[in-house]
Structures are given as C-alpha cells and as structure tokens.
C-alpha cells in the first residue's frame, strides 16, 4: 500500500479544492426542493465548477469494466445506495437524496464531499435516517488522530450506527485524495479498533458512511453499469467529508458556510465559522 503523506503545500492545495467542493454544494442547495430533477441539479453544478474554473472528477469517469458516468455529480434518491445518475424525474415531497461533487482544480487537487437533502416534510424514519448517518459520519472523524487505526473510525462508525438499528453498506468505502480522486488507503466503516493503517499526519482520505434503513445488502439496479440500490428497497443514506490528518488530531476540508453544523459531541474539531474559532 503506497500513501502519499502531503507537504505543507500540497494540503494548502488540497484545503483550496475541498473548500470549492463544498461551496458547490452551497450554491446548488437553494434549489433542491420539490419539482426540480436531479439533472437540473446537474446543471446546476457544471455552471458553479465553470464560474469556479473546476472541474468535475466525475463526469467521463471510467474505472475499468465500467461505461463513463455521464453527470457533474452523484444523485442518489431513496433507496439508491450510491452512484446514481442524474435524470429527468422530479424530485417529490417525502424523498431523500445524497448530492455527491467532486472536482479537480487548475492546479490538479481534488475535493470530494456529498450531502443529504430533504424534499419537503419526510417521514420521521427518513429524518431520522439522514440525521443518524451525518452522526455517524462524525463518529468516524472523531477517531482521527496520528496513531490511530483505520479499524477505529470504521468500528465507531459499525457500533454508533449498529446500536441505532441501523446496517452499514460493505461494499463500497471512503478512499485517500490528492492528485487523483481514489487513493490509497481504503477507509472502511465497519471494523476492529486497532487494526489497519496507522494514521499518521499528512494523510487525506474521505470518510463517507452509507447506513440503511433495512438490511445491508445491496446490488446494482437496471444496466447503467453505475447506480447501486437497497436490495430490499430500503432507504439509503449518505455523508461524505474529506478529512487531513494534523500533528495533533484531524481537520475537516470540506467545511463551508453552508455545511450542516457539527453536532454538539464533537469535542476534537474547532469549527471555522465559529465566531470564537476566528478571534482565536
């Protein structure tokens, strides 16, 4: 396993590319309500990485044995897992969906960073869902430190959503980030604490739990070659942030001023658009 450990440098250039990221889903938040498509919402996003001059990582995407992804970005609705492709279908009260945007700067960094929204009033179950995955996201962060372990952001992440009822996605994972999209290490959101890659500062990965509703299994859906769904049609949910390893504990890259707030038991993260974080 080859980790490449940023220099100074490169994470100013990796915090500047997950700062657009997360901006992007800043500028397409106002319009994700009731009546728009998810192929709106692409377009959406293809004007913002035009005006940004970014790029999306994901469009043209084409890992072997796969077509190329034809959106900006990911749009997972419902039951959908992951991957889903922008379409020409409203989106309707009651629906839940994961925007996930990455984008590769003029200086070759990449950010990635995906959010849940809620299509007007949900169900209790749906809210509940979106709101215990963003937790267990958090989870996950709050294990980053040097000398930690991979196995200990999965497993927090396996028992925070296992203890609510809750099933965590296998098959698919958190990935590090740089020069290109996925990079080593695989960050996985099931485990045992103290096993894996030790982290250690410099490192970048993404942490991006994907919790259901019902059971964990999933398989792909139709034969887009790309959207992965429930295989009990359950509801899916997912958030995503890209984490940076530092001396003492962990920063989060992909924070801007339209980022959900960070939940109240974090305790390892000082939060930038606090007004006491800026006088400090």
């Known amino acids: ?10 994470i100013e250039g990796m915090r500047e590319a997950c700062r657009l990221a997360s901006e992007v889903l800043d500028y397409i938040t106002p319009h994700i309500r009731p009546g728009i498509t998810t192929k709106r919402i692409d377009e959406l996003a293809a004007q913002c990485l035009k005006a940004q001059g970014t790029v999306s990582a994901a469009i043209g995407y084409q890992p072997p044995g796969y077509p190329p992804f ?22 309707k009260k009651g629906d839940i969906v994961n925007v996930d945007l990455d984008l590769i700067t003029k200086d070759g960094w990449c950010g990635d960073n995906s959010r849940m929204f809620l299509i007007g009033e949900v ?8 709101n215990l995955t963003y937790e267990a996201m958090w989870h996950g962060i709050e ?10 952001v999965g497993h927090a992440i396996q028992k925070f959503a296992e203890g609510h009822g ?28 103290g096993t894996l890659e030790e982290l ?16 964990r299994e999933v398989k792909e859906f139709g034969n887009d070659g790309w959207t992965i769904v429930t295989k009990d049609r359950s509801l899916s949910a ?34 930038p658009r606090q007004p006491a974080a800026a006088a400090a």
């Open 70 to 91: 034809p959106g900006h970005l990911c749009t997972s609705v419902n039951h959908v897992v992951c991957h889903g492709i922008p379409n020409d279908k409203p989106l």
């Open 238 to 271: 997912q958030w995503e942030h890209t984490v940076l390893v530092t001396e003492t504990g962990y920063d989060v890259l992909t924070v801007s001023a339209g980022s959900p707030a960070v939940p109240a038991f974090v305790k390892g993260y000082v939060d």
């Open 1 to 10: 396993m080859t980790i490449h450990y940023k220099t100074p440098e490169e």
């Open 143 to 152: 294990q980053v430190r040097p000398g930690a372990r991979l196995g200990d």
């Open 200 to 215: 250690r500062p410099g490192m970048t990965f993404t942490i991006e739990p994907m919790l259901n509703l019902g059971r």
């Open 166 to 193: 809750l099933s965590v996605v296998r098959e698919y994972c958190g990935h590090g980030i740089g020069r290109s999209v996925h990079e080593e290490p695989q960050v996985l959101h099931y485990g045992k604490p």
């Open 123 to 130: 169900s209790i179950a749906a809210k509940r869902l979106v």
